[in-house]
């Protein structure tokens, strides 16, 4: 299956500053994460591929073509971007009738689309009212809907989470899920948050300084990663030193003492650990590496 | 008894399936909402006040000028469509220099021309919709109260069928006319109005760079008053026609400073009518070309500056 974005060393300096270097990168169906600090070039690459940008070298591609070169690719686009995009007369069912003719849609589609994709992003009563008096919830959602309202076959998110609280944090990402999972529509997510992606994503992609450093599943790189936390009340040192001894890899992060998981045969080692070390057990869990523990892994 | 059955369905997310019109729509959209803007139109009641209140003015003006066509005893006294050009066009002035950066800024102030420009539109469509937009509007200030004007003065005419017959390419002139200077009081405040993000900044540089250019003209092709007769005298108004400019020879050149009268100057040639501003005066001494060479290059100038300022966005 050809890949909905693909870059081919992809390069963008701004006068000195490298913010991508010779990028090559695929993006398929599904939903697909950006992970990177701030600075790592991450709304550079989406920027190139909505051709807002010019590559200094290489190339990005939306469905096989420029989407500076083609309109016809931009109508089947769509973009969200991390500043504000929003003016603050119109009334968001307006704003979006109008971001839909823009789009293509004759002016009867566009308002039907308007009226279906606010319902969607759980905008329904607030329609009538001026954008200017949309809290950053809303207006996050506002910014989505119109990337959303003409249906593209793939949408860029840049921080879609950014300045939300917990909760609408947490909606904000449910309502992406929805997007990617039952609406079928591909969405490439750009986020510094690691949770944002492990909870949404499919697939991710980590940026650093303008470079790849990790690409792939997240399924696998939390699977392939396994730990064991185990939680004692006392003696912490006296059980590190004789797992130590018996071969295993230990760490101590805070209470808790970390250990790599090669078989399956360790449970009863860490057992037998415990009790030769007169320790309190509280906790003997697998665990997962977050995306966290990656992100860490390839800064280090 | 008949039983009833139903089922509640979920629809959820449907699909587009239905047409795609691509970059003509959006064009189309684009200067839809540009006119819709500059009218005031879906906003609120202060946006609607000073275009309610021109075209009323220019509606106003033609009415006026109807009746006292009507009211006057000689023809001399009948006031003509240049006439009304001359007092529009320095309404259309304070109207383009105010309302055109409405059609601009706030798109980029506020971020909207990135979600444009990720759509089937290209900076070029943007553009030029916008400017058709306010070109539009614009158009239609001047013809609406030149069309009323016409009808005015045509009823006003003893004999209005041969009034019509003798006067009807009175109709394409003031059309004519009324697209050079709409072409100029678009494009340079939206050629302006690409540089800044602030409505007001760019409302003041467009009236102080008409009044500034007015007042300079007016300085440098002033006629020495000791070289002119009593105002009164017979003889003043062609003193005032040959009369050399303090500045000498090269006076007349100075006319052209004023940028306000840049599109007058064609607009007479085309209704065949002399302004008797000063400026106007000295304008007249220079070959016919360079009025129309100098507005073409004051229409063009700016309208490339402005192509290439939203070229510029994709770097």
Redesign the interface.
Known sequence: MSPLLEAKGLTKHYGATIALESVDLQVHEGITGLLGHNGAGKSTAIKLFLGLLMPTSGSAEVMGKKACESVDVRARLGYMPEHDCLPSNPTASEFLTHMAQVSGLPPASARTRAADVLRHVGLSEERYRALGSFSTGMKQRVKLAQALVHDPTIVLLDEATAGLDPGGREEMLDLIRRTGKEFGISILLSSHLMGDIERTCDRIIVLDGGHISEAGSVSRFTRETQNIIIEVDNNLDELVKIMTREGMKATVEGPLVIVELEHEEQYDTIRDAVVEADATLRRLAPRRHGLADIFRGAQS | MTEYSSEVFDL?????E??????M??R???WI?GMRTALGL???ARAKILPGVLFGFAIFMAVIMSLVATAADSSDDIPTHADYYRIISVILLIFSAIIAPELLC??RR???I?????????TTDYVASRWLAFFSVSMALICSGQLILFVGLTLAADESLSYLKDNWMDVPRFLGAGLVIAVFTTTLPLAVSAFTTRKAYAAAFVIGLFFISAVIAGILTECDPMDLPSERSPGYETALEECEPRTGEVGKWFGLIDIGQVPGHVSDLIMDDESKSQVARQVRKLPTGIPVIWYLIMTAGPGYVLWQRYRR???
């Not at chain 2, 959820?12 to 587009?16: D, H, L, N, S, V």
């Not at chain 2, 990135?114 to 290209?122: D, I, Q």
């Open positions: 959820g997310y449907q699909r587009y239905g047409p795609r019109e691509g970059r729509r959006a189309k959209a684009i909402d879906g906003r609120g706030p798109d506020d971020g909207v990135y979600l444009y420009l990720v759509r089937p539109l290209t966005l994709r770097v």
